[in-house]
């Protein structure tokens, strides 16, 4: 990209190099800090389809930051082209403000960040002109150097940041699977009310405008309450999984029989969660059956499990391959449980899913948490097997320094060779 002046140019880039420097969770507020010099913001918004870890980021005033949202970038993502920043006024943090966004293809599918300018510190007052093209210019310089950076720690995977991202993606999948169930199981409840032949239309209407508008407010609430609560009464989070699927069967002819545990035994939140969502899920596919009359679930706990059942009076010809498809065993198996099918045709199915109570099994200390960020660059050369003279280059440092952060890293890994750091970092890789 040309750029028509020189001003801002050499003092941002170089500011850029610290921005690169931050952790992955203060690069942000660095680069909001770098362009607020150039482009006067009051918050910066970022989303980066790449990162599992937090795609979606904001910084700055917390009243402006904290209403904006993801569906409110997707228009910018759509329009913006990459290289080319973008001035305009959109509606963002819940109201019409002037931005400027840009957009970078420095990874595979793109990155966007929209700064929500601030007309009263502004040298050009927004309506009465476009932001100079020097200045838009190494805003995009900028964004496309964060990216790159972004791309090339998602590529190469350095175990704390890798680790740290698959956490947080596992987490993520978990609160999606979740309101998933609950989704399906609002939808298979319209359908029943929908299908009725005991309902006339206007009270098939209101039935089921009554079940769309509880299930409305229950998933809007779901993740403020799972924030909010580490852990559940066992009785409490059997009582939330009974009141939907109470929902679920309301207008079904299958009776809906229910056994609460009998225990005060708090569950991790985690538990109940899973517990919830596998119970649902199983209990979708066992009314996908013929000629059911009558489903039991239940919940039982003992001192180190927690087990779920579900047990219908069908023709007991469920198999473990239908479950599979809902990759429920995979749930379980995550979780460290197992699920148990018992079928008996003509008499029905029973199905139970196993979930053990205890703490999951700390996992075992990063061996390179010790590192420190160059540290770990320095090894990751070394894993590759470059010499010293090459990660100076690679580094643009000197070889004494290299040689003191090798020794550091053998001092710190408890090793006694540069070929035991590699093999060390290979296998925590």
Request: aromatic content about 2%; proline content about 6%.
């Amino acid at each position: 990209m040309e750029l028509t002046g020189s001003a801002p140019v050499v003092p941002a880039l170089a500011a850029a190099y610290e921005v690169i420097r931050q952790p992955l969770g203060k690069i942000l507020p660095k680069l909001s800090e770098t362009v607020d010099t150039l482009v006067p913001h009051v918050a910066a918004a970022e989303l980066s389809t790449h990162c599992a870890h937090s795609p979606f980021k904001t910084y700055g005033d917390s009243a402006l930051a904290g209403r904006i949202t993801v569906p409110e970038l997707h228009p910018l993502v759509a329009s913006v082209p990459a290289g080319r920043p973008w001035q305009g006024t959109v509606r963002i943090g819940g109201a019409e403000r002037p931005v400027l966004a840009v957009a970078s293809d420095a990874t595979p599918r793109g990155a966007l960040i929209v700064f929500v300018r601030d007309p009263g510190r502004d040298s050009v007052r927004v309506g009465d002109g476009p932001i100079d093209e020097s200045v838009t210019g190494v805003v995009q310089a900028m964004w496309d150097l964060v990216t790159s950076h972004f791309d090339r720690l998602a590529v190469e995977a350095v175990p704390g940041p890798l680790a740290q991202s698959r956490a947080a993606a596992g987490e993520r999948a978990r609160v999606i699977a979740e309101l998933t169930e609950a989704h399906a199981a609002t939808l298979s409840g319209l359908l029943g009310v929908l299908r009725s032949r005991g309902l006339d239309d206007v009270a098939a209407r209101a039935a089921a405008v009554d079940l769309a508008a509880t299930a409305l407010i229950d998933l809007r609430s779901e993740r403020e309450l799972d924030q909010q609560i580490a852990e559940e009464p066992a009785g409490q989070a059997f009582a939330r999984l009974a009141d939907s699927l109470r929902l679920l069967l309301h207008h079904s002819p299958v009776r809906l029989e229910l056994g609460a545990p009998d225990s005060a035994r708090p569950l991790a939140a985690d538990v109940a969660h899973a517990a919830r969502a596998i119970v649902r899920s199983v209990l979708l596919t066992v009314l996908e059956q013929d000629g059911l009359g009558r489903i039991h679930v239940g919940w039982q706990l003992t001192e180190n499990e927690l087990r779920a059942t579900v047990r219908d009076d069908g023709p007991g010809e469920l198999s473990s391959c239908v479950l599979s498809a809902n990759r429920i065993k995979e749930r379980l198996e995550a979780l460290g449980g197992r699920l148990d099918l018992d079928a008996v045709p003509g008499w029905g199915t029973t199905v139970t899913a196993t979930i053990p109570l205890g703490t999951a099994q700390a996992a075992p200390a990063d061996p390179l948490g010790s590192l420190g960020a160059r540290e770990l660059e320095v090894l990751t050369h070394l894993a590759r097997g470059h010499r010293n003279r090459a990660i100076a280059q690679e580094l643009h440092i000197s070889e004494s320094t290299v040689k003191f952060h090798v020794a550091n890293i053998l001092t710190k890994l408890g090793v006694a060779s540069r070929g035991e750091a590699s093999a060390l970092f290979h296998a925590v890789a």
